[in-house]
């Protein structure tokens, strides 16, 4: 048994910065961190060798271990409210966007780029929203300040170097299988190693701060259930990433960096998106502990390749009777998996007009190479739902008005691109839940969508927590 003042499940953005901000208050406070994945020097794809995925038991290094699925992301932080999730809706616009700003000066502090993306060229910007509006759609507007895979990398290390200095405990190498709840109190947490190897432990703390993010969604959702955690289904983003030349993408690239559209396309008019757009990027595979294999996309600050890549979102809110959206997102991705034997698939966007599938002659034959060398080619309009396909392929002819030969042939479609945050645990504005003693941060709260937004999160609650009496 283990005691502590505050212990914090997940070492994620979220995780991360509430222990981060309570050591820079100078709060005192006992911090011990569980993350189920490694120190972030120690966490290696083999894929790199490998040019293949081979599906890394007990977890994933891309999506687990010190600062998440962050360090191996295109490491982009937007800088603005109206981006990252529906956190501003909790604790105020103003006070979001000011919180925002405090947070980006931390990652300045310890080695951020200090060039913002997609500020001035307002003439430039001008033309762009025109074509947009002409188009149906809407042009959020969002600084962005692009870390890097490699060098978020760096930043989070340090990150990490100063939590451990400041007498932060991190447990790597241990999953979290349980709360313990004495009544409507939570009191701490029991915990395994996460090669199933060992003894369960317990860990008591005055504070259980469960930031487990977007991998760890499906698992808060069942806590919430067995404890009577109050939450509510919310949305679930079904998507694909999209692939073209940089050449296609050149003057948006130049202009805003990332291009964050929206639209609501007919006949369903569902709320579909653009997201983690990625200049001179490569299209990446994220394996989750069930075995489900996901579309990403990084972006290096040196490494560049000769595309382009970004997701498309298709948003999907269901009602009574059901309630299970992070099930039905698995069951998408598996069947898309089935059909790809367990790798991504990748399809040219004519072909899905054609109503055929992809061949890999056909790839090798095309002007767009895939970044992503093991997608298997094949029909992804098999697997995915129809009204998410028609919404998809909708959208893409809308951007195709904004920037010309975006819907070309030869433009290609990777699945599955899902986004798990869809269970929201019901909290007050200083992230109080039912169950005192409990808080729940970052992606997998239904809060937050990103790197910022949760990084955010977590500040506010080292904040609050410090000033705890």
Request: hydrophobic share 35%.
């Amino acid at each position: 048994m283990r005691n502590a003042d505050i212990c914090i499940v997940g070492a994620g953005p979220a995780g991360i910065f509430t222990a981060l901000e309570l050591v820079r208050q100078n709060s005192g406070r006992r911090i011990l961190i569980v993350e189920k994945g490694r120190p972030i020097g120690e966490r290696k794809c083999p894929k790199v060798q490998t040019k293949v995925c081979v599906n890394c038991k007990p977890y994933c290094h891309i999506t687990t271990g010190f600062s998440g699925a962050g360090a191996f992301s295109d490491g982009k932080l937007s800088l603005s409210y109206e981006v990252g999730g529906d956190l501003p809706e909790l604790i105020g616009e103003n006070f979001a966007q000011e919180m925002i700003d405090y947070t980006d000066r931390i990652y300045l502090e310890f080695g951020a780029d200090t060039r913002v993306e997609g500020v001035g060229n307002e003439k430039e910007i001008k033309d762009i929203r025109k074509r947009v509006i002409q188009a149906g759609l809407k042009l959020v507007d969002c600084p962005i300040r692009h870390l890097g895979t490699e060098k978020a990398q760096q930043i989070y290390g340090s990150i990490q170097q100063y939590l451990t200095d400041h007498g932060v405990e991190i447990l790597f190498g241990y999953r979290c299988r349980d709360l313990i709840i004495e009544g409507d109190v939570c009191k701490g947490v029991i915990i395994e190693e996460a090669s199933g190897k060992g003894q369960e432990q317990s860990i008591y703390a005055r504070d259980i701060v469960v930031a487990t993010g977007r991998k760890g969604a499906g698992w808060l959702e069942e806590l919430c259930s067995r404890y009577g955690l109050d939450h509510k289904p919310g949305t679930v983003d079904i998507g694909v990433r999209v692939e073209v030349r940089n050449e296609i993408m050149e003057d948006v690239n130049n202009i805003l960096y990332e291009s964050k559209l929206i639209g609501y396309p007919l006949p369903f008019k569902n709320k579909v998106r653009t997201f983690c757009q990625n200049p001179g990027g490569f299209v990446s595979q994220e394996n989750y502990d069930n075995d489900l294999a996901v579309v990403n996309g990084h972006s290096y600050k040196e490494l560049k390749s000769s595309n382009t890549n970004l997701a498309i979102l298709c948003s999907h809110n269901f009602t009574y009777p059901f309630n299970q959206p992070i099930a039905y997102a698995q069951k998408v991705g598996e069947l898309t998996n089935m059909l790809g034997d367990g790798k991504i698939l990748v399809q040219r966007y004519g072909d899905i007009l054609d109503g055929k599938r992809t061949w890999q002659k056909e790839l090798n034959q095309s002007n767009v190479k895939p970044t992503l060398p093991d997608a298997v080619a094949g029909d992804i309009t098999a697997a995915m739902p129809y009204r998410a396909m028609l919404n998809i392929i909708n959208f893409i002819q809308a951007v195709d008005h904004v920037v010309p030969g975006f819907a070309a042939n030869e433009t290609l479609l990777y699945s599955p691109e899902l986004k798990f945050y869809s269970n929201r645990i019901k909290m007050t504005p200083d992230f109080t839940t039912n169950l005192a003693g409990l808080y729940c941060l970052g992606d997998s709260s239904g809060w937050t969508r990103g790197l910022m937004m949760a990084s955010m999160m977590g500040v506010l609650m080292g904040q609050r927590l410090a000033g705890k009496k």
